[in-house]
């Protein structure tokens, strides 16, 4: 079954507060197979002009569908999680993020398209700090498998 087009444009509330920690910072890096100091050292991060360590690239995969994953649950949207596969992330910074962030997310469905036999849904997520400050936006691309009209 073709996924709910009314659902494109919808934006949710920001989620519940994201506390980014050394420690969720430093799972991730292992996870991912990488061994930058910045991502593992106050001191190496602090070294290279950090206030403290770095957060890799794709951590906001971590927390950014927080947000969007009330979106996905929507029976109206009509999601099969068990067909679903992902498609595409990519982030556009602002600025990086840092261990003692506060970070909320604001999240869009901004498309949904058939490719094939397969329906296609992106979420556009803005991460900003409790305070407002920008940080990143996020997109996320996920694959219904056989579930175009």
Do not use: W
């Amino acid at each position: 079954m073709a996924l709910n087009r009314d659902f494109v444009g919808r934006s949710y509330p920001a989620s519940p507060p994201y506390e980014v920690s050394r420690v969720k910072i430093r799972e991730f890096a292992a996870a991912i197979g990488d061994n930058n100091p910045v991502y593992r050292d106050r001191e190496a991060a602090q070294a290279a002009g950090h206030p403290d360590v770095v957060a890799p690239p794709t951590f906001p995969i971590v927390f950014s569908l927080q947000s969007g994953g009330e979106a996905l649950a929507d029976p109206g949207l009509g999601l099969n999680f068990a067909m679903v596969v992902h498609g595409e992330q990519r982030f556009e910074y602002v600025r990086p993020v840092y261990a003692g962030d506060r970070l909320v997310v604001t999240a869009t469905i901004t498309d949904i398209r058939s490719a094939g036999r397969n329906e296609l849904l992106t979420v556009r997520s803005e991460v900003t700090t409790v305070d407002g400050e920008p940080v990143c936006t996020t997109y996320n691309t996920i694959v219904e498998r056989g579930g175009a009209a």
